[in-house]
Structures are given as C-alpha cells and as structure tokens.
C-alpha cells in the first residue's frame, strides 16, 4: 500500500480517535456527575444525550460546509470544535454550561463522521479502500480504549477527577490541528466543485496511480451530464432511494444492537451485574481492548472477505451474546466474569461487523455529485438512534418492570432483523471503483 495515502488516511482518521474518547470518557464521569448536581435518571439521560443531539446536527449539516469549502477546511473546524468542547466540559462550573458544551462536542463528532470517512474514500484505492476507511473506525475504537483507560487511572484523583477525564481530550485535538496541515483536499471534490483536474490528478497520481484516468474520464462524464449540481431536492428523489434505504437501514442497526448504551454505561452495566466499581472501571478497559483487537481483525478481513461476509459474522454473533446477556439478568446468573465474558463476545462481534463496515459502506453507495449528502443522512440516523438509545437507557434499567433482562432482549431481536436485511439485501462492495458502485446501486 502507497505509505503517503496511508498516512493521509490515518491523519484524517484522527477524527475517529476525537469521535471515540468523546464519546467513551463520559462513561467513568456520568455517576460522578449525577450525584455532584443531583440529577434524577431522566434528567441525567438527558445530560449525558446532550453530546448526541449535538451529533446529530453536527451529522445533518456536516456535508454542506464540506461540499462549499472542502474537506480539508471542515477537518480542521472540527478539531478546533473538540479542544474547545474538552476544555469547556472539563471547567463547567454546572449543569448547564455543561451541556453547552457537551452539545459542542457532539457537533464535532456528527461531522467527523460524515467528512472523515468521506475524504478517504474519496482519496483510497479500490483494492484498498475498505481498511483505508475503516481505519477511521479503528481510530474510534483506540480512542474509546484510552478513554476507558484514563478513565481507570484518573478515577482516584477524587471529586474532580471527572474535570480531568473530560479534560485530557484536549491533547489530542491539538495534534490533530497541527497533522492537518500536511494533508491534501480530496481529489474527487476538486474535480467535482472547482474543475481542478491538474491538482486532482497530482494527488490521485500518488494516492491511486492505477484508478486515475478512470476517476477523472468518469466525473468528466458526470459533470457532462451536469450531476455535480444536484440539489438536495434532487438527492431525496427517487432516483436515490435504494442507497438512502441501506444507509438508513445499517445506520439503524448499529444502534440497534445496543452498542452505545454498553460505551456509555460500562460501568453502571458491570455493577448490575454484581462488581465492585475498581473492578467495574477495568472491565471497562477490558472492553476497550477486545474492541480494538476485533477492529484489526475486521480491518485486515473486509477487503478479503468483503463487507456482507463481516456482517453476517457480526450479525450472528450479536444474537448469541445479546440472547446469553438476557439469560444471564433474567435468571440471575450473574456471578464471577459471566457478564463481562459474553460483553466482550459482544463487543467483538460488533468491532469485526458493523463496527468495521458501516463508515465503509456509507460512504461507497453514493455517487460524488450527492455523496456528502448521502454521508450525512447515514450518520443522522446513526447519531439519532444513539441519542434516543442513550436517552432512555437510564430509565428503563431502573425501571422495574423493564431491567437490563428485557432491554438485552430487544437489542437480540433486533439483530435477528439485521441478520435477514443482510442475508436478502444487502450488496457487496468490495474491490470497485466509487464510480462503479455508483453505476451497480444507482438503478
């Protein structure tokens, strides 16, 4: 593989790392920061969610000023929106000011998911493309396994030690500033919006020597026929509907399994389960590992065995670790490393699955003319599912005639409905330019 696109590659991931520690610190300060302001559990689903009503809008509307004024340009705003968020959070003197900048934040990270994935598969080689992509995911994941790490070693620092797990996200926010500058715009954008095909073809010549001429002679094609000017009335016609539906659909899904209520309350789900809180924090941790080892695994596997095969292992694995979580709450089998095990078994499969796949294939099945259109319509319905999961799990946890037994129940039900969409639906993508892929969803 060309080491200059990886390189790039793994730069713009940087925004995953962002993506991920945001999202997993506030798992070893949301109990602190319950007790500290006295929050009840609908009001501090609410508090915590804050930060994904933020990626929700962040997702939304992340596409636009990317399409306007490049890739390269938003990446850098979003980074300057983490370190702002992580300083602010850290300070915030109550609940209020808190959320402000916890929905900061979540800006941050709807749009990362949005322009991140889409400036490396704009940028990657066919051949390559999905570990290329996908190294944004494991990007995510590293950074949720050192958000769960410092949790563990900040959590004896006493009161404020929630101040400082919020706070360290500002390190990596400014080395991802300073890494931008030494990153290209993507070439696909330059075609499309500025015509610059000189500039496109420089950087493509090192990214992709092999693609270049068919990249160029197609988008020469495209904007003959005048689709570099479709409107977002034109992307929610019916011409789109069939990518629109896949990215709705495993953007459901993802969320579905119930992933985000696990990042976000490890160690309240540990501790129903019986451990003690130290011991809790680092099972957590353990959480992050195994979702970083399976992400590798899923990084090497998806251009070998494609994005449909990694589902359907995914797919299989969530029902059986989901369905045995149930079991283990609902019969109260829930003494030594049981739930932890089959967490990690869950997590897994997750990392390996949908976790590798969904950033990947979002951002393959839109043409360029609607593709950040396309992007942020996936990650909207991603952020949003996450927002309302988070939103309620508090609740329904507590809730006695809920528990965690028919919550985990619902997550397993909803993946047997994944399994079905991907065995009967869902196309494979692997080792195809953009523009063919276009040519194969687009009927």
């Known amino acids: 593989m060309n080491k200059k696109v990886l390189i790039w590659s793994i730069v ?19 109990q602190q920061i319950q007790q500290l302001w006295k929050l009840t559990d609908a009001v501090h689903g609410q508090v915590l969610a804050s930060a994904l009503y933020g990626t929700i809008i962040g997702a939304l509307f992340g596409g636009l000023p990317a399409e306007k004024f490049g890739r390269r340009k ?41 322009v991140a994935p889409m400036f ?163 099972q957590s941790a353990g959480v992050g590992v195994i979702n970083l080892i399976a992400t590798m695994a899923g990084l090497y596997l998806i251009d070998h065995l494609g994005r449909k095969r990694l589902m359907l292992i995914g797919s299989i694995g969530y029902i059986i670790s989901l369905g045995a979580i149930a079991a283990a709450f609902h019969y109260n089998y829930l003494g030594g490393m049981v739930v932890p095990c089959l967490v990690f078994l869950f997590i897994a499969s997750h990392a390996i699955g949908q976790g590798s796949v969904i950033w990947v294939f979002i951002s393959e099945i839109f043409p360029n003319e609607v593709r950040s259109y396309g992007q942020s319509i996936g990650s909207a319905t991603h952020w949003i599912m996450a927002a309302v999961i988070t939103g309620v799990f508090p609740i329904f946890a507590n809730a006695p005639s809920v528990g965690p037994a028919k919550i985990f129940l619902f997550f397993m039900v909803m993946m047997v409905v994944q399994l079905c969409w991907v065995l009967f639906r869902m196309p494979e993508t692997k080792g195809q330019s953009l523009e063919k892929i276009q040519k194969t969803v687009i009927h």
């Open 12 to 30: 713009v991931a940087l925004g995953g790392l962002l993506f991920g520690m945001d999202v997993a610190v506030i798992s070893g300060a949301e």
């Open 120 to 282: 490396i598969s704009e940028i990657a080689p066919a051949k390559n493309r999905g570990k290329l992509v996908a190294t944004f995911q494991f990007n995510i994941v590293f950074g949720i396994l050192l958000a769960y790490l410092s949790n563990y070693l900040l959590a004896t620092m006493g009161e404020n030690s929630w101040r400082w797990m919020l706070g360290v996200l500002a390190i990596p926010a400014s080395l991802f500033v300073i890494f931008l500058y030494f990153i290209p715009e993507s070439p696909r954008w330059l075609m499309v919006h500025k015509k610059d095909y000189q500039t496109a073809r420089d950087i493509l010549s090192i990214s992709d020597p092999e693609g270049v001429d068919e990249a160029i002679e197609a988008i020469k094609e495209d904007i003959s026929l005048e689709r570099e000017k479709a409107s977002l009335k034109v992307f929610l016609s019916k011409k789109y509907l069939s990518p629109i539906i896949m990215a709705i659909l495993i953007a459901m899904f993802n969320q579905l399994s119930g992933i985000n209520a696990i990042i976000y309350f490890a160690p309240r789900v540990f501790e129903m389960a019986g451990l003690g809180q130290s011991s809790a924090f680092l």
């Open 74 to 114: 938003v990446l850098y705003w979003i980074g300057a929106t983490f370190l702002i968020s992580s300083i602010g959070s850290a300070m915030a003197p109550s609940v209020v000011p808190f959320i402000i900048f916890r929905f900061l934040g979540g800006l941050g990270v709807g749009a990362s998911s949005v």
